[in-house]
């Protein structure tokens, strides 16, 4: 079997960061200081035209300058360059890109037209691209951490995958002090191009991924999600958060990644019809990263509670019969025990 | 106006401790050393007939030994002796009781038959009782706490009446650390005979109590309840969490304080007609009591929502339409400003 489409965007042997900068704080900086410290074990470029070196790394002006392969770039420029440095990596063979520049579609008449260039120019030379205007993806197992996330990532078996940028950053903030690992950390912006469906499908046959979380706003290609959600959920613990369930929600989630959002009980159904768990709260979605990544699977809807407090211990068989689960009755042995 | 029949159990100008100790961490140690430490401005008298003396105060064998008048009767001495301190109680002419001790209703036959004879002492001598099997009360804007809880609470206008002594706890913890203050705390245990119905109608004429949470797990008369609800509601905000909403939670009720749970939806339907608002989970609570004690109360339903991450400004959107608020349109001004 061939190695997968997307295979150079999240398994990339060497990784050019557009704007990597020693400016303190800045994306750049913060972006190539990740890449230096997750150790990632293929070749890394710094690209930035008026240093000649970041970070302490030798740096480049332009990709024509590396005169090596370069397998994804990292953008993190001013939106009016990114066109150019995207025709410019095709021409030099980068096949996939994560645009972490924000300015595009989401910021009026000027920014849409500066998308529809961008785009035009990685089909051009089909390259991929994750973003614009997002934080980035992570995949620890190969020390690639291509966000401006303050910290990484450890590394474990749960993929998530987010339309939010701040919700990417919520959870691993959170993993951090619960011990949760990521196989990917994927923050896709405005899904200007890979859309969820083709992220799903890769992580579907990754063999690091055993379970995967999404933040959902709106989907662009219905049919490709729906099918890569139903082989995906076939074989993986499959949970997403889908807001912009009123039309208020909508409308804010418009303005954020430009998404357009269908009707929620369509979407509801079609989830819940393909075995996927819908969940409401992010406490829901931690609690199930928390659940997923202890790698226990109960047997049978049978539910003990141990608790020091009667109140706490009633408000809990309370939630247990909404979620339709039975109090186990307990042996005798068991209760000696 | 005379003052209400449950002044003596809520602004008592006298109480004595049975039970009283110095042995460390046992009930009677901790509730002695909170009344002492919330700086009570009654008389306080320790009674412990095996010691002359406890933490440093002088104790006394008996009621009878005291030669004063004792309003209020904190209790945490063994359940076999509750009835005959009760009937002594009654002849010195205390009128009211706060019976911390357990192993009456809740603990079988036995404990049944105890809980029969403390009532009609109770009764003979009409001692309104608090208890038993409850953590006690608090009155911080009078330095009352006859409670074993560890640590007191700030003088506040909440009032907090739980039939779990665990989430008493629960909430005294975090309201500590969130600057939250109470007027009353009540931890009603069995409620045997001081039910909710008496608690809110003294606490609706309560000049320090400007909102008023609940947590029940039964009603042992609902009449009393709903009338006294219906006055409370209309003039303060009340909150409740209502547990054993299923058969399984009912039971797990029933093991805890013995309180017979009746249809959900009857009660449901019943509280939301008196304009009291039931919430499901303690964060709700908590986040309820945080609210109430901020002093703030909007006016309208319309909602503006300030964040720095475009996820959870949708999601707070979607929920703020979940509860049926709109979304705020500002002003030029406003967005100037």
Chains 1, 2 share one sequence.
Request: neutral net charge; aromatic residues 6%.
């Amino acid at each position: 079997m061939g190695k997968h489409y997307l295979n150079t965007l999240f398994a990339p042997k060497s990784v050019a960061v557009f704007g990597a900068s020693d400016r303190i704080d800045s994306v750049g900086q913060i972006v190539f200081q990740n890449m230096l410290e997750s150790g990632f074990q293929g070749a890394l470029y710094p690209i930035n035209p008026k240093s000649p070196e970041v970070q302490g790394k030798r740096a480049y002006a332009d990709i024509a300058d590396i005169g090596e392969q370069v397998e994804l770039a990292v953008i993190a420029t001013p939106p009016q360059t990114v066109p150019g440095i995207i025709g410019n990596c095709g021409i030099h063979g980068v096949k996939a890109a994560v645009i972490i520049t924000a300015g595009f579609g989401e910021a009026g008449a000027a920014g849409a037209a500066l998308e529809k260039e961008l785009l035009e120019a990685a089909r051009r030379y089909n390259i991929r691209l994750i973003g614009p205007n997002c934080l980035g993806i992570m995949r620890p197992s190969i020390g690639l951490n291509a966000t401006f996330n303050k910290g990484g990532a450890n590394t474990g078996n749960i993929a998530f995958v987010s339309q939010s940028g701040a919700l990417c950053t919520a959870i691993l903030d959170w993993a951090q002090s619960n011990d949760v690992g990521f196989s990917s950390v994927v923050s896709m912006g405005s899904s200007t191009d890979v859309d969820f469906g083709e992220i799903l499908d890769y992580l579907v046959s990754d063999a690091n991924t055993g379970s995967i979380l999404m933040y959902i706003e709106g989907i662009r290609n219905a049919r490709s999600f729906m099918s890569a959600l139903r082989a995906a959920a076939r074989i993986k613990p499959v949970i997403l958060v889908k807001v912009g369930r009123h039309a208020a929600g909508s409308k804010a989630a418009m303005s954020h990644t430009a998404s357009l959002v269908g009707a929620d009980d369509v979407f509801d159904a079609a989830v819940s019809r393909v075995g996927v768990v819908r969940v409401q709260t992010i406490t829901q979605l931690f609690t199930a990263a928390k659940a997923l990544s202890c790698g226990f699977r109960p047997v049978g809807k049978r539910l003990a509670i141990v608790t020091n407090g009667g109140g706490p211990g009633v408000m809990a068989t309370d939630r247990a019969a909404d979620l339709g689960l039975t109090m186990a009755t307990l042996s005798d042995a068991t209760i000696e025990y």
